[in-house]
């Protein structure tokens, strides 16, 4: 069965510093990955998504994320974070089958917060 | 374009009853997929509805249950309620041979 950790429950940064937040997953068949953010209240929009190619992916609002499959790892970077990015991260993996998109395993997320 | 809604924004019900909460997918998407997001928790999956049947489900008792109408939306139910059931219900919508959900939302469910 597949599993996504997410190892950091909150995680602190200054504004204006840069940020990673850490993604494990385990899956037997090639994976998709997204990172997904929730705003208080609100669903949740889509970051980035990694299926193949360029290990290392850009997503809106200057995300990037890099696929490592020697460490089952799919950590998120920003290089300078902003008070808007204050909200709730969940990495998720979903089953490539060329079919669709399969219901997706979330981890339990991690909750962000930015120092002034 | 709209995205992905649901209805309605909350709810509040008591053990023991059922509730129904309702889906319209983004436009162009025919697949459904719902997921429970309790408290502090990651959403998890319950089931995705495509071309008006389940085809997919993940670990949630026959208590809960779905359906999907000839123009893609999507219904939620779900019966006895237990204080357990208390949670974000997510609405995710994709099209069919893509690789990527959209999210509602969701309905915020209450049980007393």
């Known amino acids: 069965a597949q599993s996504v950790t997410q190892p950091d429950i909150h995680i602190t940064v200054s504004e204006g510093a840069s940020l990673e937040l850490r993604c494990n997953y385990s899956?037997?068949?090639?994976?998709?990955l997204f990172w997904y953010v929730q705003s208080p209240g609100q669903g949740l929009q889509l970051l980035l998504k990694?299926?193949?190619?360029?290990?290392l992916v850009q997503g809106i609002k200057g995300f990037e994320a890099e696929f490592k499959r020697s460490q089952s790892s799919f950590n998120l970077r920003k290089p300078s974070v902003h008070w808007s990015d204050a909200a709730e991260y969940f990495c998720?993996?979903?089953?490539?089958?060329?079919?669709?998109?399969?219901?997706?395993?979330f981890g339990k997320g991690t909750h962000l917060i930015i120092q002034p | 374009d709209a995205g992905v809604t649901q209805s309605p924004t909350h709810l509040i019900k008591t053990r023991g009853q059922q509730v129904t909460l309702r889906c319209s997918p983004k436009?162009?998407?025919?697949?459904v997929s719902w997921y429970q997001q309790a408290l502090g928790q990651g959403p998890q999956f319950i089931f995705q509805?495509?071309?008006?049947?389940?085809?997919q489900r993940g670990n949630f008792p026959d208590r809960f249950s779905g359906h999907q109408f000839p123009n893609y939306s999507s219904e939620l139910n779900v019966n006895a309620l237990l204080l357990g059931d208390s949670a974000l219900y997510l609405c995710?919508?994709?099209?069919?041979?893509?690789?990527?959900?959209?999210f509602g939302p969701g309905t915020r469910l209450t049980v007393l």
């Open positions: 436009s162009g998407h025919d697949t």
């Open positions: 990694y299926f193949s190619g360029d290990t």
């Open positions: 509805y495509y071309e008006e049947e389940e085809r």
């Open positions: 995710a919508s994709s099209s069919d041979r893509a690789d990527t959900q959209y």
């Open positions: 998720a993996v979903g089953r490539y089958s060329g079919g669709g998109a399969d219901g997706l395993t």
């Open positions: 899956y037997g068949a090639t994976p998709y």
